[in-house]
C-alpha cells in the first residue's frame, strides 16, 4: 500500500515556516490563510484506495526561543472521523473523496513569537481501503515556527444563518469605534445578492485593544435576531448600514442600523423602512432593543433611507457635551435626495424630529472642541463639508473638501469619505479614493486632506497611496492619544492590481501610517500578506442581466486603541462553494512604534 498522507496544508497560521514529516515518508507542506491550527490532507492513492479514514489524537508541544516547552496531550485533543465505508463507528463523519480537513482544537494552549509549535497527530485507518485493505497507522507531526511580527489577523465575525436566499457565510460593511481600550465593531451578516440588506446585524467587542475578541448579534432586529428567552425577534426583514457611536457623558454605546422590509426588488428594497439605535450601557456586552430614531416620512411607503452614520459629542467643555447626531440620507424623493438628521441627548433613546440638511451622500459626522458639529459627504463632483455651529439645529453653506472623480471596477468600491473623531487642537483628517491626480483616470489612489480650523477650510488633496494599483474602501483612524504635529493616523484600505480586472484578480487589505499628522507616511503594507480573487467574495446582481459587482460593503472602518492600530475588515479567505462563502469579518493589531 502506498503512503497514506501526501500532502498537508495548514489553513489559519500566522505566516511563518511549516514542515511535516510522516512515518510513512516525507510530506509536502504549505500554509495558507492564520491563526488557528485547521489541516487538510490530500492522500495518495497508488493502489486504488477508495476511502480515506482520518481519526484519532493530537499532541501539542510549544518549544520556546529560551526556557522550557511545553506539552498538550496526546488525547485531549481529539481530530473529527471521516470514514466512508458502512464499517463508520458511531459519532464519525462522513466524506468519500480524498481530501480530509480536520482541525486541532488548542483551545487556550499558547505558544509566543519564535517558538516551534509542534503538533504530533495519530491516524488509525488512514488512506486504507476498508473492502479488506490492512489498517494502517500513521503518525503525522506538524513543525510550525510562529513569526515575529507581531501583525496577525484573527476572525472576530462570522454569519451562522442560512436558508433565506442570501449569501451565507458572508460578512460585509462594518464600523468600528473605540473608547481607550475597548473597540466595538458591527457588521452585516448574510449579504443578499439581490433587493439590498442583509439578514441579521452582528457586533463584535474587544476590551484589550484587538487581543482578544467576543461577538453577538444585535436582538430584536431582524426575525432571525431573537433575544435568549424570547419566542420571535425583530420586525425587520432584513437590515443594513450599520454604524457605531460612543456617548461618553451617559457612558453608553450606540449602534444605527437601517431596518427594511419587503418586497425587494432586483436593486433594493421596495417595502418600509426606518432607522434605529441599540444601546449598551454595559460596554457592548449586552443590547437593549432598537428605538426608532428616523421614522418612514410622511407619505412614504418604500424604501425611503440610505448611508447613515451616528457620532456623539464627547467633549467635556463643548455646550452640547453628550449630544448623540444620527444622519442619514433621505431617498423617498429621488429628484432631490437630501439628509435627515436627528438628535438625542439622553443616550439614545429618545431623538428630536428629524430636519432637512440640502447635502450629499454617505455622511461622516465628526465633533470637535467648541461644539461644532462637521458633516462630511459625497457631492456631485466634489467631496464637500457642513458645519453647525450650534448643536446640529442649523448649517453654513457646503464647503469644497477635493475632487472625488474616480473610476469603476468589478469590485464594488465607492467614492465615500472617511474620517474619524477630531483631535484636541480640533483639527480633522479625512481620506477617499479619487483619481483625480492621475493623469489618466485608469485606477483609484487614496487621497488624504485636512482641516486645521475644525472644518472652515481644507487643504489641497494628496495622494498618501500611488503606486499605480487600483484602491478602493480605505479606513481612516486617528490615534486619540495624539495631537497637534505628533498625530498618529493610519489608513485601511483595498487593493487590485488594476482596472478592468476579472474575477480572478487577487484583492489584498493593506494600510499606511502616519506619525507626524499626515505630513509623511509609510510605505504601504499588506496585512498578514492575504490576498484572495475577487470572485470568492459576496456580489451584488445588478439588473437587467445580474451582472456581478463584486462587494464587502459601502464602507469599512479602523480605530486605534490604547495607541495601536486595530485593523477591522471582511475578505474572503476560501472559494465559495455554491452560495455559500468564507467571507469572515477579521481584525488585526498593529503596534505603532
Request: charged share 20%; aromatic share 8%.
Amino acid at each position: 500500500m502506498g503512503r497514506a498522507i501526501d500532502s498537508v496544508t495548514a489553513f489559519d497560521l500566522p505566516d511563518g515556516s511549516l514542515t511535516a514529516t510522516s512515518s510513512s515518508g516525507p510530506v509536502g507542506a504549505q500554509w495558507a490563510d492564520r491563526e488557528t491550527l485547521t489541516l487538510f490532507a490530500r492522500v495518495d492513492d497508488p493502489e486504488g484506495v477508495r476511502e480515506v479514514a482520518i481519526w484519532g489524537t493530537t499532541k501539542l508541544t510549544c518549544v520556546p526561543a529560551s526556557g522550557l516547552a511545553t506539552t498538550r496531550g496526546p488525547g485531549l485533543v481529539t481530530a473529527p472521523l471521516t470514514v466512508s465505508t458502512d464499517d463508520a463507528k458511531a459519532g464519525e463523519m462522513t466524506r468519500t473523496a480524498r481530501e480530509v480537513e480536520w482541525t486541532i482544537q488548542a483551545g487556550d494552549f499558547r505558544c509566543p513569537a519564535r517558538s516551534q509549535l509542534i503538533a504530533e497527530q495519530v491516524f488509525w485507518g488512514a488512506g486504507s481501503n476498508f473492502g479488506g485493505g490492512d489498517i494502517k497507522s500513521e503518525t503525522l507531526t506538524l513543525t510550525y515556527v510562529r513569526p515575529s511580527d507581531p501583525q496577525r489577523r484573527r476572525p472576530i465575525g462570522f454569519d451562522p444563518f442560512s436558508g433565506d436566499g442570501a449569501l451565507h457565510s458572508s460578512v460585509v460593511e462594518s464600523d468600528t469605534f473605540s473608547n481607550g481600550s475597548t473597540v466595538l465593531a458591527v457588521f452585516q451578516a448574510g449579504r443578499f445578492a439581490q433587493g439590498g440588506g442583509a439578514s441579521d446585524i452582528g457586533f463584535a467587542r474587544s476590551p484589550d485593544a484587538g487581543k482578544t475578541w467576543t461577538s453577538g448579534y444585535l436582538p430584536n432586529v431582524t426575525k432571525l435576531s431573537v433575544r435568549e428567552g424570547q419566542d420571535a425577534g425583530g420586525l425587520a426583514d432584513r437590515a443594513t448600514d450599520p454604524s457605531i457611536a460612543y456617548d461618553a457623558k451617559h457612558d453608553v454605546w450606540l449602534a444605527s442600523v437601517l431596518h427594511v422590509n419587503g418586497p425587494f426588488g432586483p436593486r433594493y428594497p421596495e417595502g418600509p423602512s426606518h432607522y434605529a439605535v441599540s444601546c449598551s450601557t454595559d460596554n457592548g456586552n449586552s443590547w437593549s432593543d432598537p428605538v426608532i430614531a428616523i421614522p418612514m416620512p410622511p407619505g412614504a411607503t418604500g424604501w425611503s433611507h440610505d448611508q447613515g452614520w451616528v457620532a456623539c459629542d464627547n467633549w467635556a467643555s463643548n455646550l452640547h457635551f453628550g449630544r448623540c447626531y444620527l444622519a442619514a440620507l433621505d431617498v423617498h424623493d429621488q429628484r432631490a435626495p437630501q439628509l435627515k438628521l436627528v438628535q438625542s441627548d439622553d443616550g439614545g433613546q429618545k431623538w428630536t424630529s428629524p430636519i432637512d440638511i440640502p447635502n450629499g451622500g454617505s455622511p461622516k459626522i465628526v465633533v470637535v472642541p467648541g461644539g461644532d458639529v462637521v458633516i462630511m459627504s459625497k457631492g456631485i463632483t466634489e467631496m464637500q463639508s457642513i458645519r453647525s455651529k450650534d448643536g446640529g439645529e442649523t448649517f453654513e453653506p457646503p464647503v469644497n473638501m477635493g475632487s472625488l472623480r474616480g473610476v469603476a471596477a468589478s469590485f464594488f468600491g465607492p467614492e465615500f469619505v472617511t474620517a474619524d473623531r477630531a483631535t484636541s487642537d480640533g483639527s480633522i483628517y479625512a481620506a477617499w479614493t479619487s483619481c483625480a491626480l492621475r493623469p489618466v483616470c485608469n485606477g483609484n489612489d487614496i487621497v488624504f486632506t485636512s482641516s486645521s480650523d475644525g472644518g472652515k477650510t481644507w487643504a489641497p488633496i494628496r495622494a498618501v497611496v500611488a503606486d499605480g494599483a487600483h484602491h478602493v474602501m480605505p479606513a481612516l483612524a486617528v490615534d486619540p492619544g495624539s495631537t497637534l504635529t505628533n498625530t498618529r493616523i493610519a489608513i485601511q484600505f483595498y487593493s487590485m492590481a488594476g482596472v478592468p480586472c476579472d474575477a480572478t484578480c487577487e484583492l489584498d487589505v493593506s494600510f499606511v501610517l502616519s506619525k507626524d499628522a499626515g505630513a509623511t507616511w509609510s510605505a504601504p503594507k499588506t496585512i498578514d500578506d492575504l490576498r484572495s480573487p475577487i470572485g470568492w467574495h459576496s456580489y451584488r446582481a445588478v439588473p437587467p442581466n445580474g451582472q456581478r459587482v463584486y462587494f464587502v460593503g459601502d464602507y469599512v472602518s479602523s480605530s486605534f486603541a490604547d495607541s495601536k492600530f486595530v485593523a477591522v475588515f471582511p475578505l474572503a479567505s476560501r472559494e465559495p462553494v455554491g452560495d455559500r462563502l468564507t467571507q469572515p469579518l477579521w481584525s488585526a493589531t498593529i503596534e505603532v512604534p
